[in-house]
Structure formats: structure tokens, C-alpha cells
């Protein structure tokens, strides 16, 4: 019996073993990754059709053996070079890219890893030239190849898009070992995803889900169906939520909102006869956000919308609960035209000036700021996206000398998955800088420059910043060109931390005074964050 017994426990275990070494999904996730070392050490033209003329041979290949043979004729048929050796320096130090996953592939001989590990030392050939079509300072795009969408039907260029994808990410994002998610299992759960065909809006829906995969409230995925992915009809207000509840928090169109007898402060408990927060939290892997606070903000786009122009939901308003089906409108029919005049800067009494930094222009700042010298305190909004740059003369006034406000990461070309450092400044030395209190006004409208305004601005001893979790997406952005037409993703392109290396990217700037959300504050359409500051400085 002892002896049977062992047998099966063998033929199991080599059952096993077979099955992890030869899986589709190990040896397509090993190619991919062999792929994207190759390409950026080697940049050249042509690794598309390298992908797309193996990708589909490594498939079939069934004993180790083969496998092996394979990446040895491929590497001999390449012809590559060799390359210097690249030792990182102080300034290069950092680097997101382990070479683990070659010595503990079950795949590979020791050949083969020694192949690879060797490669995986040497210096690229890459440069920012070869990387970039378009470099511009705030939206770089890779030079990247797009294939018409007819190809979608192919397995082997969807698997394209996603080892284009997966691999920028993996030699490329500065916050790679901050996403939730290992990246590696990310990689396999997606091949098997993306070797299912799929129509073009589900193909959009899978896209989304992988970029969102990331963390990152800079993700944005352009793609045909543009801002209509989820259906062209869409509700006219904004929701917020509160210990798992969904409230109606603004109203975008008085009229409908009106119409669909909504108000502020609704609470909407059922949407299509499924409760709203379990929807919700169904939905968010297809928003992007650095955080919980950030997806939910960026759900107001997409959540409510669908193909239909009904909805069913399920409201309490006070102590009543109703059954309604309200209307779903075209976001032309939503916001539609109208002026809103909003003052850029306003004084709250003969001590206190409010500047609003989304709509405040530098020729405004020139003379508010010089009549501003002897006030008690100045509070600086940043829950809105800007117009103009205006930080830096800011700081010039504000901070009066010149300080390190943070940390820059840029790619270094040179070793694909490093990163080199440097500092950021503001300020200036100005004798004549402002002696009151500053108070930043932060939420999660707070995203990219306003945050990296926060930053430069708290390194002032005056300043207090008031409000609730940022955004957590700093520095500039990055576009790739996905692999069918019309078909791009955009992401966080450097890294940006506090001199301290604490992060801002994902947890938001640093606050002193955090602003909790609540129900009432919604209905009274209050500025709690406003009032915390005003109380601050009287």
C-alpha cells in the first residue's frame, strides 16, 4: 500500500511540475518579459514584428527543452552586440527592476539565465531621442507603432498591447513598487484576459482595467468611444461618499435636477435594484485614482452613465424611501453654456485675502500681492485646476528665500528600470516677503501642479494646509500609444517626493488640519474648509 502510495505521490508531483512549467500562461508571461528586456537594452524598429512572429511559436512548444532551444536560436538569430557593462552611480541608484524573475523562471536552463542576466547588466543603447516622438516638458509621448483596429480579431497583437503596456510600466513608471497589486500577477491574469477575443467595447473595458491596475490618478485611457465608454447618457449631478453612502452632492443642471425632483444630500441606496455601494466598489476597477478618495471623485464621470436614458434608483431623502426612475441625459444637454463669474481673489475683511489658484492669472497676482504686504494671512485655494502657472512668483513673495521643496526622479535611459535624482527649488532671497500666515486649501481636486504647488508653498515655517486627501499624482504625465489606432494610455511620467523622500504620490500632500466630509455640510452647501482656515487666522 506504502508503495502505491508513492507512486501516486510522484506522478502527482510531476503532474504538477509539468503543468507550472508549460502553462500558456508561464511560458507567453516569460516571453513577454525576455521581450521587454531585449527592447529597451537593443532599440530598434523592428521588435513589434520580433514579438509577433515568436509570440505564437513559444505557444506550442511543449518540453523545457524546446523552450530553451528556442531563446537560444532567437538570441544567436538577433545578433546582438555586446554591450559595456553599467554600474549605477549616487545619482542612479534607484532602480524598480529585479532580475528575479530569470533565476527563479522554472523554464529556463542555466544557459538560458546566464544569457539573460548578462544582458540585464549591460547599458542601453536607449536615449530620450529614441524613446519620445514628442518631448514636450508636461505630455511626453513614446514612440510607439499603432496597427489598424481589424487586428483586434488576432491574438497575438491584443498579447502586444498588453507586453507594451506591461512593460512600460515595469522599466519605466517611477512608482511601480508603490501599485497595490504585484505586477507580476498582474501580467499573468491578463494574459488570459487578453487572449479571449473581444469587440471593441469590451476591449475598452479590459484596457481600462488594466491601466487602472496602477493606481494612478493621472491614468487616462483615450480610446473610439472617448468620454462614452460606459453609455452616451449620463446624470446631472455629482455624488460624494460618506461611510459607504452615496449622497447627491452637486447639482450640474438646475433645471433637470429639478425635473427628476432630486436634491443635494439624497441618499441613493439601490441603483437598478443592486445596492449603489456594492455597484460602486463593482465599477472601480475600471477608474483610475491614486486613492480611494480620487476614484470616487473620477466615478462621477462614468458611474451613473449607461445606453439607456432611464434609470432606476432607489433614494432616501429624511426619513422617506422611494422607488424613482429619473432620466439620463447627452452631456451636451447637461452643461450646457453659461457664464459663471467667479472672483479670482476676494478680502475677507482688512486682514485676510483669499486667492483662488485655478483662476488667478499673473498679471492679477502682481498687484494683489503688493497690496497684500502687511495682512494678517493669505489663504491659497488649490481644490481647482489652474490657469497659469503662478507658483513661482508666489513663492517669490510667500517663502522669501530659496529652499528645497523636493525630490525629482527621471528615467535614466542608460540602464532601462533606473532612475536618476535631482532637486527641486523655489523661492528667492526677498527681503521684503510676507511675515503673516499662509493656509493652503487642499481636497481631492488637488492633482498634479496644485500639488506640487502644495509642496513648495508648505516649506514656508507660516504655512498651515487645511482640507482632506490630494489627488496622489504628481509630476508630469506620459502618453503611450497602445497598439490599435485610436487606442492610448496616459500616465504619471517622473517621480516627485518631499525632500524627506516622503511620498505625495498615491497618500496626497502632507495636512495639518484634516476636513471630514459629512452629510450636513452637503445639504448646507458649506465651505468647511474655508471656514477652518477663516477661523485660523482671526
Known amino acids: 500500500m506504502n508503495k502505491f502510495l508513492l507512486l501516486f505521490v510522484i506522478f502527482f508531483l510531476q503532474i504538477c511540475n509539468a503543468q507550472e512549467v508549460y502553462s500558456n500562461t508561464n511560458k507567453t508571461a516569460d516571453f513577454i518579459k525576455v521581450w521587454g528586456l531585449l527592447k529597451y537594452h537593443y532599440p530598434k524598429e523592428d521588435w513589434d514584428n520580433e514579438f509577433l512572429e515568436n509570440v505564437i511559436i513559444i505557444d506550442k512548444l511543449d518540453t523545457k527543452e524546446n523552450i530553451n532551444n528556442f531563446y537560444s536560436n532567437w538570441l544567436k538569430n538577433l545578433k546582438l552586440s555586446k554591450l559595456s557593462f553599467y554600474k549605477l552611480n549616487e545619482q542612479s541608484k534607484f ?43 508636461n505630455n511626453k509621448i513614446i514612440l510607439e507603432k499603432s496597427y489598424p483596429i481589424e487586428k483586434l480579431e488576432s491574438k497575438k497583437y491584443r498579447l502586444l498591447d498588453l507586453a507594451r503596456f506591461w512593460n512600460i510600466i515595469e522599466y519605466f513608471y517611477p512608482y511601480k513598487t508603490l501599485i497595490d497589486n504585484n505586477w507580476d500577477d498582474t501580467l499573468n491574469d491578463m494574459i488570459q484576459k487578453f487572449a479571449i477575443n473581444q469587440s471593441k467595447s469590451e476591449y475598452s473595458m479590459l484596457l481600462l ?62 441603483i437598478e435594484n443592486q445596492p449603489a455601494i456594492e455597484r460602486l466598489k463593482e465599477h472601480m476597477k475600471y477608474v483610475n485614482g491614486s486613492n480611494d478618495n480620487a476614484k470616487y471623485n473620477y466615478s462621477n464621470l462614468t458611474f451613473f452613465a449607461g445606453e439607456s436614458d432611464k434609470l432606476n434608483l432607489k433614494i432616501k431623502r429624511n426619513d422617506s424611501i422611494v422607488n424613482k426612475v429619473i432620466n439620463r441625459y447627452t452631456s451636451k444637454d447637461i452643461f450646457q453654456k453659461k457664464s459663471i463669474n467667479k472672483n479670482a481673489w476676494k478680502n475677507y475683511g482688512d486682514d485676510i485675502l483669499y486667492i483662488d489658484y485655478g483662476l488667478i492669472t499673473n498679471i492679477e497676482l502682481n498687484s494683489v500681492l503688493k497690496a497684500s504686504q502687511n495682512k494678517k494671512g493669505i489663504i491659497i485655494d488649490l481644490r481647482n485646476a489652474y490657469q497659469e502657472i503662478t507658483l513661482f512668483k508666489l513663492a517669490d513673495f510667500l517663502i522669501g528665500k530659496k529652499v528645497h ?8 535611459f542608460s540602464y532601462p528600470g533606473s532612475f536618476s535624482l535631482s532637486k527641486q527649488y523655489c523661492g528667492k532671497n526677498n527681503v521684503n516677503s510676507f511675515n503673516g500666515k499662509i493656509v493652503l486649501l487642499v481636497n481631492e481636486n488637488t492633482q498634479s501642479h496644485t500639488e506640487f504647488a502644495a509642496m513648495c508653498l508648505q516649506q514656508s515655517p507660516n504655512t498651515i494646509t487645511i482640507g482632506s486627501q490630494s489627488s496622489g499624482a504628481d509630476g508630469n504625465v506620459f502618453e503611450l500609444p497602445l497598439v490599435f489606432e485610436g487606442f492610448s494610455s496616459i500616465f504619471t511620467g517622473i517621480g516627485v517626493t518631499y525632500p524627506d523622500n516622503t511620498q505625495s504620490q498615491r497618500s496626497g500632500v502632507k495636512i495639518d488640519y484634516e476636513i471630514e466630509k459629512n452629510k450636513k455640510s452637503i445639504i448646507e452647501n458649506q465651505d468647511t474648509y474655508l471656514k477652518k482656515a477663516l477661523e485660523l487666522l482671526e
Not at 491601466?211 to 455624488?239: A, M, Q, R, T
Not at 460618506?242 to 439601490?270: A, F, M, P, R, V
Not at 521643496?405 to 535614466?412: D, H, R, S, T
Open 95 to 137: 532602480n524598480i527592476v529585479t532580475t528575479e524573475w530569470i533565476k527563479n523562471s522554472h523554464s529556463f536552463n542555466q544557459e538560458t539565465k546566464n544569457q539573460l542576466l548578462e544582458i540585464s547588466s549591460f547599458q542601453s543603447e536607449l536615449t530620450s531621442k529614441k524613446f519620445f516622438s514628442e518631448n514636450n516638458p
Open 209 to 270: 482595467e488594466l491601466i487602472n491596475k496602477v493606481d494612478d490618478s493621472h491614468n487616462y485611457l483615450k480610446s473610439p468611444c472617448g468620454s462614452n465608454c460606459f453609455g452616451e447618457y449620463k446624470v446631472p449631478f455629482w455624488f460624494t461618499v460618506i461611510d459607504d453612502k452615496i449622497y447627491i452632492s452637486k447639482i450640474l443642471n438646475e433645471h433637470l435636477i429639478s425635473k427628476n425632483d432630486l436634491t443635494i444630500g439624497d441618499e441613493i441606496i439601490e
Open 405 to 412: 521643496f523636493a525630490n525629482i526622479l527621471n528615467q535614466n
